[in-house]
């Protein structure tokens, strides 16, 4: 079993509809989770972060936290067709410091 | 404020050769962390450093090393190149270490292959 494990995709979503990305994880000692984007050819863009259970909301992205269920979401309301990348859902331990443990990543299309 | 600034941006090297990268944190930061980037494997963890000091390793054969200077700034090297090394090297700023909510900002990265 991956540590971190998402699915790969692609998922397409219509223009002004919300995109719901997944992820879930093994270890139930992980602390902090992490949602990055990353358009094709370029570097990971942090998007949000969160630690607690419930929803933290920034904007059009809220993130999901279950720690009972080990799954985390990302959802995006009104998604753009810019927000066509690969998100990535990254996973902090607790016990090894800074270190990220990254899923595959969702590749999304947001078609207009 | 600048970002995470990575140099050089992309690296052509033959088998056997060796390689460094460099890396300069976000201003104030004092943690570096690399990664590595490929389609197989995804993004894996090399190493953390702050205060010059390697806090955490990855699973990668020792030919993998680093150092962080004084000022922060890190570089990686990678002796004995292997096709597989093949890849793009993240590295991720963050304002310090040890604590599992650090958010981590990445540089644009060094695309290295290996002939």
């Known amino acids: 079993q991956k540590e971190v494990e998402q699915n790969s995709g692609p998922l397409s979503v219509p223009e002004g509809a919300i995109a719901s990305l997944n992820c879930t994880y093994s270890d139930r000692g992980s602390q902090s989770f992490f949602w990055y984007r990353q358009y094709s050819g370029k570097s990971p863009e942090l998007i949000m972060f969160i630690y607690s259970n419930g929803d933290k909301e920034d904007g059009r992205f809220t993130a999901q936290l279950n720690k009972a269920s080990q799954y985390v979401s990302l959802l995006i309301r009104d998604s753009q067709p810019s927000d066509s990348a690969t998100y990535l859902c990254?996973?902090?331990?607790?016990?090894?410091?800074?270190?990220?443990?990254f899923g595959q990543g969702t590749e999304l299309s947001v078609k207009p | 404020k600048a970002g995470v600034t990575q140099t050089p941006r992309y690296l052509i090297k033959t088998r056997g050769q060796q390689v460094t990268l460099s890396c300069s944190p976000i201003?104030?930061?004092?943690?570096v962390s690399w990664y590595q980037q490929t389609p197989g494997q995804g993004l894996q963890f090399l190493f953390e450093?702050?205060?010059?000091?390697?806090?955490n390793k990855g699973n990668f054969p020792g030919r993998f090393s680093g150092r962080q200077f004084s000022n922060s700034r890190s570089e990686m090297n990678v002796s004995t190149l292997e096709l597989g090394d093949s890849a793009l090297y993240l590295c991720?700023?963050?304002?310090?270490?040890?604590?599992?909510?650090?958010?981590?900002?990445f540089g644009p990265g060094t695309r290295l292959t290996v002939l």
């Open positions: 990254a996973v902090n331990m607790g016990n090894q410091g800074g270190k990220l443990i």
């Open positions: 201003s104030g930061h004092r943690s």
């Open positions: 991720a700023s963050s304002l310090t270490a040890g604590l599992t909510y650090n958010e981590q900002f």
């Open positions: 450093y702050f205060s010059e000091t390697q806090r």
